[in-house]
């Protein structure tokens, strides 16, 4: 008979790939954030048109698409507290968010800081972290 909790992973060995995977996530949004040009540019014909088919489809596509960059977020810096403090990670996911459009509006002239941005990153953040509560949840006997 062997005992459950010699078979597992030491804690701070759990947490090796799941901090990994944050600071390539961080990498690749300081990137995106960073860029001096607006990421969606070599897209924006076709978003025009779509746009035009569709009024309102670029803002609505816009948000969305804020919403999902922010959502791994949430689950990657909750994987890295404690089960009862992951709201950190939503207030972490805002506190990055207003840093990004901050600076995005004081340094990098062709991109448009926006307080929308702000609201569905923290959308993203805080979905994030209900989705890896559920997923912990359905995991839990």
Do not use: C, K
Not at 16 to 24: D, V
């Amino acid at each position: 008979m062997t005992d459950s909790a010699s078979t597992r992973t030491p804690a701070p060995a759990r947490r090796i790939r799941p901090a990994l995977l944050l600071a390539a996530y961080v990498l690749a949004l300081g990137l995106i954030a960073f860029s001096p040009s607006p990421v969606d540019r070599p897209a924006a014909g076709l978003l025009l048109r779509f746009d035009a088919w569709m009024p309102g489809s670029h803002g609505a596509l816009e948000f969305t698409a804020n919403v999902l960059l922010f959502v791994p977020l949430g689950v990657l810096l909750a994987l890295q507290l404690p089960r009862r403090a992951a709201w950190v990670a939503v207030v972490a996911g805002t506190a990055a968010s207003v840093a990004i459009e901050m600076v995005q509006a004081v340094l990098l002239p062709e991109r448009v800081a926006a307080p929308s941005d702000v609201l569905a990153n923290t959308i993203g953040a805080a979905a994030g972290v209900l989705l890896l509560g559920l997923l912990r949840r359905r995991r839990s006997p």
